[in-house]
C-alpha cells in the first residue's frame, strides 16, 4: 500500500482480534512515529508500549463512574501504545511539542493501517484527569504528558473509504 492510499483509506477501528501484534510490527509503528516532523528537530516524545491487561484494563480513559456498554477498544486491543511528550524540550516555549506528538501520533496511525492492523486515537492530552490517571498508572515522570493513547491490533471490523475531501474548505491565495 502506498502512502497515499493509506492516508486515504485509513479509519478508526476499535474492534480488534486476540492475534497479538508482533514486536518487528510494532517496532515499524514506532519508528514511523520518530520519523515525524518536529518543530527545531527537538523530538519531544516518548512512547509507552502497553501489552499488560490489566494495565489496559485499567487505563483511565472515561470519566469517573462512566462504563461503555460494551468492552471498548482499550479492552479488545492485544496492545496500546501511549505517545507522550516532553514540554520542558520546547526551547521555542510556545508549546510546539503538542504539535510534534500529533505528528507522531498520526504517523503511527498510517503505519498501522499499512501493515494491515487497526487503531484508534484516544487524547489524554489536555484532559487533566486524564493525565493525572494516566501518569498514576504508569509511573510517568511529573515533566513528561501522556498525550494520545493507540489501542491497536488486527481488525475485527471493516469500514470504507471515508471521502472527506471538501471544495467548500478550501480557499486561494487570501479568505
Known amino acids: 500500500m502506498n502512502a497515499l492510499e493509506a492516508i486515504l483509506s485509513r479509519r478508526s477501528i476499535r474492534k480488534y482480534t486476540s492475534q497479538p501484534v508482533p514486536d518487528a510490527t510494532v517496532k515499524k509503528l514506532l519508528s514511523a512515529a520518530m520519523s515525524a516532523p518536529s518543530a527545531g528537530n527537538e523530538q519531544p516524545w516518548h512512547f509507552i508500549v502497553i501489552t499488560d491487561r490489566q494495565t489496559l484494563d485499567s487505563m483511565p480513559m472515561l470519566p469517573p463512574g462512566m462504563r461503555l456498554p460494551e468492552p471498548g477498544p482499550i479492552q479488545l486491543a492485544p496492545l496500546a501504545i501511549l505517545v507522550c511528550g516532553d514540554p520542558t524540550s520546547d526551547r521555542f516555549h510556545m508549546g510546539f511539542w503538542i ?20 487503531a484508534v486515537w484516544l487524547p489524554a492530552y489536555p484532559d487533566e484527569e486524564r493525565v493525572k490517571g494516566i501518569r498514576s498508572l504508569l509511573g510517568i515522570p511529573e515533566h513528561i504528558v501522556p498525550f494520545a493513547l493507540i489501542p491497536l491490533g488486527y481488525p475485527a471490523e471493516s469500514k470504507p473509504p471515508n471521502n472527506r475531501f471538501d471544495t467548500a474548505r478550501i480557499r486561494s491565495n487570501r479568505w
Do not use: S
Open 99 to 118: 504539535l510534534d506528538c500529533a505528528a507522531a501520533t498520526e504517523n503511527i496511525l498510517i503505519a498501522a493501517h499499512a501493515e494491515g492492523l487497526g
